[in-house]
Structure formats: structure tokens, C-alpha cells
């Protein structure tokens, strides 16, 4: 299966003595590109996008690429209430090269009209002016509380002709996002939850930025391609989603790279205790001998 996005690791983010751990980062995202990922996405909800601040983001970005990872290899997620912070940190990662830029609706005032988010968008695409493009909307509901209904999608893409690429769509409901690729077949619609991306794909989604690919992208990127589901990636994704899902995502790839030092999670989200990662990681066996990092 023809893939045009394919697949994008939603990276975690290590920390260490408060600051986020560059080399830590770098060789995560190359041992992913190594392993067939074709982008690597940092500071999403995955990445805890929303706990660094912008002046860190855009650092971490410029120093990734000093580190040899190519501009057009990134997926940078934008996660602001602020019209300035969105249209700066956009207009930032778009004329360093990046891939795309993941941009998320506000998230603080709820609800919002669909009026109100267009709004918004609306802005900080005027901010960003000449350089707009690559733009994938962040669909995410259960955590920013304002999605994106069909309605503002399509007003967005007549008002911004070319400046939208496609819709993240981490609702976590199958259903939902066979309608978006249905009522929108020029954009790339990317799949947040795995255990129905098969089944999405085959179905016309263009590939997925998700948190199991940091560990086990070739299984990731195999649901894709085969356009079937596998029901071990099922098993694991519901383990997952029994805790606190970001930090347990980042006890797994502790687990996975023999480095607890990945597992820390910033605050207000806990750090996931090793017996409980143990419990999920044995969810990992049925995948085989998991490769070696690449530094």
C-alpha cells in the first residue's frame, strides 16, 4: 500500500536536571528514521509538547539538525492558546524546512464556537504570511476540549488554498476518522490511535504519528502498509491506555533502550514506577527480539 505521509513517530521527550536531553532526543528520532519512520514528530502531546516553551522548542529544533537530522525529516508540533506563540513558532519551523508543522487548536477557553476556532486559525495563518505551508490540524479532543469539526476543516482549506496538508486525527474513534477520509480525500488524514490504523489505511488514511513507533516502528509500519490490524498491537495500545498514557509510553522506551533515565516524565504528569512498566512490557515479547538502538 502507497502511503503519502507514511509514518512519524510522535517522539518522547527526555529530560535531564530539568532541560530536555538533546542527544537523548537526536538518537531516538535517527534510530527511528533508521528503522523505516520516515519523519520524526517532537513536542506533540506525546513529546509533552505543551510543558517546553517555545524559546526551548525552537533550540531543541536547531540543535537536532545540528546534530544530523535533515529540516525536512521533522514534524514540529505547535501546541498554543496564544494567536503570537502559534504564528511565531509556525513561521519558526517552516523556514527552518520542516516537514510539517502539527498545529493544535487553542485549548484553554471551551467551548468555543466552530466561528471562534476558525477565528483563531485564521490568524495565525495571516501571522505567518508568505511562508505558510505543510500544515496537518491537530484533532485532538480528549485533551485541548476543542475539536475540529468538519465544517471549520473545510472552511480553513478554501480560505488557505495549499496551506493544509492534512488532519491528525487522535479522536481514538474508527468510525470518525473514516469520515474524515471520506469528506476529505486531498488531505492527508493520519491516524492517532494504532489499533485501528490498519483498517484506516486500507481505507485511504496516509499513515499515522503515533507513540508505539519510538519502540516498535516496524510493527507500526507494517499495520499500515499490510492495511490490516493486528491484534497484538490491540492488547498493547488498551494495556497503555489503563495508565496515565504518555508516561507510560516513556516507561516502555526506558524500558526498551535499558535506560530509566527516558521514563522521567515532566511535571504534572507522573513518572510511571518500573514494576507497572514490567506488567505492560511483557505485552512486547509476542513482536520478537526488539532491535538494538542506533546511536
Not at 518522547?12 to 537526536?26: E, K, M, N, Y
Not at 485564521?122 to 505543510?134: I, N, P, Q, T, Y
Not at 485511504?204 to 503515533?210: D, K, N, P, Q
Not at 496515565?244 to 504528569?269: C, H, Q, T
Request: with cysteine; aromatic share 6%; proline share 7%.
Amino acid at each position: 500500500m502507497s502511503l503519502s505521509f507514511g509514518i512519524s513517530p510522535a517522539l518522547v521527550t527526555p529530560f535531564s536536571q530539568g532541560g530536555v536531553d538533546i542527544r537523548r532526543l537526536a538518537d531516538l528520532a535517527k534510530d527511528c528514521l533508521a528503522r523505516g519512520c520516515r519523519t520524526a514528530t517532537i513536542f506533540g502531546t506525546t513529546g509533552e509538547g505543551p510543558s517546553v516553551d517555545a524559546i526551548t522548542r525552537d533550540r531543541v529544533a536547531t540543535e537536532l539538525i545540528e546534530l544530523g537530522i535533515t529540516p525536512d525529516q521533522l514534524v514540529e508540533g505547535v501546541i498554543a492558546c496564544s494567536v503570537e506563540e502559534a504564528a511565531d513558532s509556525t513561521g519558526r519551523a517552516l523556514r527552518r524546512g520542516a516537514h510539517a508543522v502539527l498545529l493544535a487548536p487553542p485549548f484553554y477557553f471551551r467551548p468555543v464556537p466552530d466561528e471562534a476556532v476558525f477565528a483563531w486559525f485564521a490568524e495565525v495563518f495571516g501571522k505567518v504570511g508568505s511562508d505558510l505551508r505543510g500544515v496537518i490540524l491537530y484533532h485532538i479532543p480528549g485533551m485541548t476540549g476543542v475539536p475540529l469539526s468538519h465544517a471549520v476543516i473545510r472552511r480553513l482549506v478554501r480560505a488557505f488554498p495549499g496551506a493544509i496538508r492534512g488532519i491528525k486525527d487522535s479522536g481514538c474513534d474508527a468510525d470518525a476518522t473514516l469520515a474524515l477520509i471520506d469528506a476529505f480525500p486531498d488531505l492527508d488524514v493520519l491516524v492517532g490511535d494504532e489499533s485501528y490504523l490498519g483498517q484506516a489505511c486500507a481505507a485511504g488514511a496516509a499513515g499515522s504519528i503515533c507513540g508505539l513507533a519510538n519502540f516498535i516502528p516496524e510493527a507500526v509500519i507494517a499495520l499500515a502498509e499490510n492495511g490490516q490490524d493486528d491484534p497484538r498491537v490491540v492488547e498493547l495500545v488498551r494495556a497503555i491506555t489503563d495508565h496515565s498514557v504518555v508516561p507510560m509510553v516513556k516507561a516502555l522506551v526506558a524500558y526498551v533502550r535499558g535506560d530509566r533515565a527516558w521514563a522521567a516524565a515532566r511535571p504534572p504528569l507522573p513518572t510511571i514506577d518500573e514494576e507497572s512498566t514490567a506488567r505492560v512490557a511483557k505485552l512486547l515479547e509476542p513482536f520478537g527480539p526488539l532491535p538494538k538502538a542506533v546511536a
